[in-house]
């Protein structure tokens, strides 16, 4: 039994571990090339997969159908040292990303 709670302990940790992580499944922050390749004309279930939830979402309708801005913070680069954009806007509409955006300005 001692044997059996021993094995157990660091597998129940390895799991509940990566479970805290499934929400992002991309390593962030990411260069902006790389970023506009794997978001640029994607699936919105696509980007909460690999990005997580967003910080907030806003939208708006028009005869296009459904906008919706998500908003993440931190999660591409400006540089190679590291630094990053304080926030990245994902545009979808109609369930696909149709803009990208990264600025350093608090969005309105």
């Known amino acids: 039994m001692k044997i059996?709670?021993?094995?157990?302990?660091?597998l129940l940790f390895v799991l509940l571990s990566?479970?805290?992580f499934a929400n992002s499944l991309v390593e962030t922050p990411m260069d902006e090339t790389t970023f506009?390749?794997?978001?640029?004309g994607k699936s919105a279930d696509f980007v909460r997969e690999s990005l997580g939830d967003p910080e907030t979402i806003s939208s708006k309708?028009?005869?296009?159908?459904?906008?919706?801005?998500?908003?993440?913070?931190?999660?591409v680069k400006i540089d190679k040292k590291g630094?990053?954009?304080?926030?990245?806007?994902i545009g979808?509409?109609?369930?696909?990303v149709e803009t990208l955006g990264n600025?350093?300005?608090?969005?309105k």
């Open 4 to 10: 059996l709670k021993r094995s157990l302990a660091p």
């Open 18 to 20: 990566t479970t805290a």
């Open 103 to 107: 600025t350093n300005r608090t969005p």
């Open 36 to 40: 506009v390749k794997t978001f640029a």
């Open 83 to 89: 630094k990053t954009f304080k926030f990245t806007q």
């Open 61 to 75: 309708k028009n005869e296009s159908g459904t906008v919706e801005f998500w908003l993440y913070k931190d999660i």
């Open 92 to 96: 979808i509409i109609n369930n696909y």
